[in-house]
């Protein structure tokens, strides 16, 4: 089965996390003092992260990154705003078939016998959501 539209989101959310927690990582130049990468941008040392004390871990503020994921909900729900609403009209279409099988289960038990014409609706009810299931296809 396909993912539901939350778990879609979550994917995105996610992907902004892993970037933040990159983030924490500091910049290679920060690994070694400030004299010593001028010496080694003149190639006369080799770096000796061992005996580093300078290194900085940097990170994003919580409000930041909560502000982020809000940014991006409202993106990621105007953005499928349009699959959204066709899925709801898709759900709404056909909720008889979805939603009502047990009522109409119950109504072709032989407890409750239908009449010729009652049958007859029936089955033109069906065969119209299927003609309109066929036509999706199409479109």
Do not use: C
């Not at 990621?76 to 066709?86: A, D, H, T, V």
């Not at 078939?97 to 033109?124: C, H, M, N």
């Amino acid at each position: 089965m396909s993912p539901r539209l939350e778990e879609f989101y979550s994917t995105f959310h996610n992907f902004v996390d892993k970037i933040a927690n990159i983030v924490h990582l500091p910049p290679l130049e920060s690994w070694i003092h400030p004299k010593e990468w001028r010496r080694l941008e003149r190639r006369t040392i080799e770096i000796d992260i061992t005996r580093n004390d300078y290194t900085m871990f940097t990170s994003p503020p919580a409000w930041y990154l909560n502000e982020v994921h809000q940014q991006l909900n409202v993106i990621l729900q105007k953005s499928f705003r349009p699959l959204s609403n066709y899925l709801e009209e898709l759900r709404l279409q056909f909720s008889y078939v979805f939603y009502e099988t047990d009522q109409i289960y119950r109504e072709a038990t032989p407890e409750k016998e239908l009449s010729f014409d009652e049958g007859v609706a029936k089955v033109e009810d069906f065969n119209q959501l299927i003609r309109v299931i066929n036509g999706m296809v199409r479109n």
